[in-house]
């Protein structure tokens, strides 16, 4: 009993010696997979590393405890041998990994069979030449395998271009494509220049996200990805709305779950330059992330898509005024998310302010469609629905403060006075107000805003106030007019009278000449004269209005009346004389 105890301890000393090597070489195969998970950036810590590290060690150590049993037993010292036993022993721990595995969705096991035939093929082909052949076949080929991965993994994703530092090279131009020298070239700078430390950790860290990305999509384990569009719609999706919701903007590309852990990797959420998302875990609000390539983590989901570019809402409004009277305006406002001083720039993503974000998402409102509050009438007011609700209760505010009549009051420029405003200016300026005033305690900022005329909304109502205006205006005219009329006859009358006292005067005044000359006053005299005052005062431009037309025409032959009558005086004069 004795002799059989030593003669299978020996044995099994011999077996345990003889598997020394192969089990190295198990070793180096488990370093190099490991190495790429840690490359991908798996951490150590997961349940996954340590899952394929011990299986893979494993089945390593019992390839090479039967291949030292079989070449000690059956003499079989060919590492054909050793490759075959690990193809059918990596089958098994293999599958055990998609066992491991989550069910809601197919493990790609193979993958890794796959990565465990070529890791060993590598290394028995490196150690057909001994150490030498490890160090100057094998290590080589895992690495150009594992950083060519890394390297490449880094062009599967549209990364945007790195701010370098390039020295005195100067950038490109962000509209052209760079040439294939120049990447080189900033390669090198990115490498070499110790500015661009900062460029590297993350050129480093996209590159691992990027390998992660491509292990897992491999594998199936990955996150949903999902994509952002922005298609421009010609006809209204809901209501007023000619935009797509964000719901209809994020699509999903790849399903995936979000609660796995085994080997699970980074979601992916592409977008625009002008789309960023909000994540949130259920019971966390991880912000907003974006735009361009964005990674979701455990549990992480987008909840919302948010557009950066500036926002047109226009609406309608309708509103009391202080009489009673329903009105409608149209109301228009451009807003956006808040950027501070942030302007876009050619070549970069629209800015903004993360807690601008927080701020309008968490300000989103839930009204209710009647009293029942029912989950079916619920109403979700989004946040670009915010500026319309406050831009509303401005308007209507402002407006129930005056009347219908001030809408059309008369406006004349010389009897108004100086800080004068109409009441659509004073609506506009409260809209503007109240917009520069709330906007930005919900994460947005207002660029600008306006509203159209003011209407009553049922237009029997103008009517009925244009016939209450007539009637009014009408007895204001004829007043006016009776006022006008008594006016004019007192001139007229204080007209004459002024003339015929006029007449008199400079009538008597000649005469009183004429006799102070001790001269006889000749009635043709007197009466040219004063055909001379009526035609002075007939020049008058007060009197020609008051005059008949034929008045100049009657002067001119009442003068030739009296010359001829002088002149008839004058020969009977003579023929008596005679």
């Known amino acids: 009993m004795l002799i059989l105890l030593k003669e299978l301890f020996y044995l099994l000393l011999q077996v345990l010696i003889g598997m020394l090597t192969p089990f190295l070489l198990a070793g180096t195969v488990t370093g190099a997979m490991v190495a790429l998970l840690w490359l991908a950036g798996f951490s150590p810590s997961k349940r996954g590393n340590e899952t394929v590290g011990f299986l893979w060690m494993f089945g390593g ?46 493990f790609r096991w193979w993958v890794f069979y796959l990565a465990w035939l070529y890791l060993w093929m590598t290394v028995l082909l490196g150690w057909r030449y001994g150490f030498l052949g490890l160090l100057l076949i094998t290590l080589p ?54 500015e661009n430390e900062e460029a590297r950790r993350e050129w480093f860290d996209r590159r691992r996200k990027a390998l992660q990305c491509l292990i897992t999509y491999a594998l199936g384990s990955n996150y949903p990805y999902y994509v952002i569009i922005d298609e421009k719609i010609n006809e209204r999706t809901e209501g007023i709305r000619t935009w797509l919701p964000w719901e209809d903007k994020l699509i999903k590309r790849l399903d995936g779950d979000v609660f796995n852990e085994f080997l699970a990797g980074p979601g992916i959420i592409l977008s625009g330059c002008d789309q ?12 907003a992330k974006g735009p ?15 557009d950066l570019r500036p926002q047109l809402r226009g609406f309608t409004v309708k509103a009391r005024m202080k009489d009673g009277i329903e009105v409608k305006v149209f109301t228009f406002t451009p807003f956006q998310i808040g950027t501070g001083e942030e302007r876009p720039k050619l070549g970069e993503s629209f800015p903004y302010r993360t807690s601008d974000v927080f701020k309008a998402v968490h300000a989103q409102l839930i009204e209710h469609g009647d009293l029942s509050q029912v989950p079916e009438n619920l109403e979700r007011k989004e946040w670009y629905d915010l500026a319309q609700i406050i831009g509303e209760r401005a308007v209507r505010e402002e407006l129930s403060k005056y009347e ?7 406006i004349d420029d010389l009897y108004l006075p100086p800080d004068w405003e109409s009441i659509r200016n004073k609506v506009n300026g409260a809209l503007r107000d109240a917009l520069e005033k709330k906007l930005p305690e919900r994460g947005l900022q207002r660029v600008g805003s306006g509203l159209s005329n003011i209407e009553p909304v049922d237009t029997r109502v103008l009517e009925q106030r244009i016939e209450a205006w007539r009637a009014r205006w009408t007895r204001e005219i004829m007043l006016k007019e009776a006022v006008g009329q008594s006016t004019r006859l007192r001139m007229v009358e204080e007209a004459r009278a002024r003339a015929q006292i006029d007449v008199i005067v400079s009538i008597g005044n000649q005469i009183k000449k004429l006799r102070d000359a001790g001269d006889s006053v000749p009635m043709g005299e ?24 034929d008045t100049e025409e009657v002067l001119r032959k009442a003068e030739h009346v009296v010359s001829e009558s002088e002149k008839t005086e004058t020969e009977t004069k003579k023929e008596r004389a005679a």
């Open 61 to 106: 150590g019992a390839c090479a405890f039967f291949y030292s049993f079989l070449r000690l037993m059956l003499g079989l010292d060919s590492l054909l041998v050793l490759f075959i036993l690990n193809a059918l022993v990596g089958v098994l721990i293999n599958a055990g990994l998609g066992g491991s595995a989550t069910k809601d969705k197919p």
């Open 141 to 194: 080929a895992l690495i150009v395998a594992e950083l060519g991965l890394f390297f490449v993994a880094g062009y599967l994703l549209p990364f945007p271009y790195l701010d370098l530092y390039r020295d005195e090279r100067p950038a490109p131009d962000p509209a052209d494509i760079p040439t294939f020298m120049d990447e080189i070239k900033d390669f090198i700078a990115l490498m070499r220049l110790p």
């Open 276 to 287: 960023a998302v909000v994540l949130s875990t259920g019971l966390k609000f991880k912000g």
């Open 292 to 306: 361009g390539v964005v990674f979701t983590d455990y549990a992480d989901a987008p909840t919302q898509v948010i």
């Open 404 to 410: 219908f009549d001030e809408l059309y009051a008369p």
């Open 526 to 549: 007197v009466a040219r004269y004063f055909i001379r005052v009526l035609e002075g005062l007939a020049g008058r431009p007060g009197v020609q209005l008051h005059l008949p037309k």
